[in-house]
């Protein structure tokens, strides 16, 4: 059974950076479908960003396009989550998942995940 654990997670202001990490453990996580979500207090968990197995594919949320880098190491299990020029909208826990059964037109379902980390806290003062 795989286990998602993810870290990096802070307290940065305005226009700052935070890189997290989300580490794999208990199986090889190649035949994955690899992503971020989070949640803000109040709303529901949204999609992020997405590698398919092939770390060349890359999706993205349009409200972190240009400002937030998806990549994964599959040799080390590990899938990284690079946060730039974040702002307070951004907020939230981050959560990694993984699903073997998520196709392109499913990618953002949070449904189609079903193994999830315990999720890292983002804040970002204003």
């Known amino acids: 059974q795989m286990i998602l654990a993810e870290s990096g997670g802070g307290l940065v202001e305005t226009g700052g950076s935070l890189t997290l990490s989300c580490a794999a453990t208990g199986r090889p996580f190649t035949g994955y479908t690899m992503a971020w979500f989070r949640q803000a207090p109040g709303k529901e968990r949204e999609f992020v960003a997405a590698t398919f197995r092939s770390a060349t594919n890359l999706y993205y949320a349009d409200s972190v396009k240009g400002r937030f880098t998806i990549s994964r190491i599959n040799d080390n299990n590990t899938v990284a989550l690079q946060m730039r020029d974040l702002k307070p909208d951004d907020t939230a826990v981050y959560y990694c998942?993984?699903?073997?059964?998520?196709?392109?037109?499913?990618?953002?379902?949070?449904?189609?995940?079903?193994?999830w980390g315990q999720g890292t806290q983002v804040s970002v003062s204003s």
């Open positions: 998942g993984a699903s073997a059964r998520v196709f392109s037109s499913t990618l953002t379902d949070s449904g189609r995940y079903y193994i």
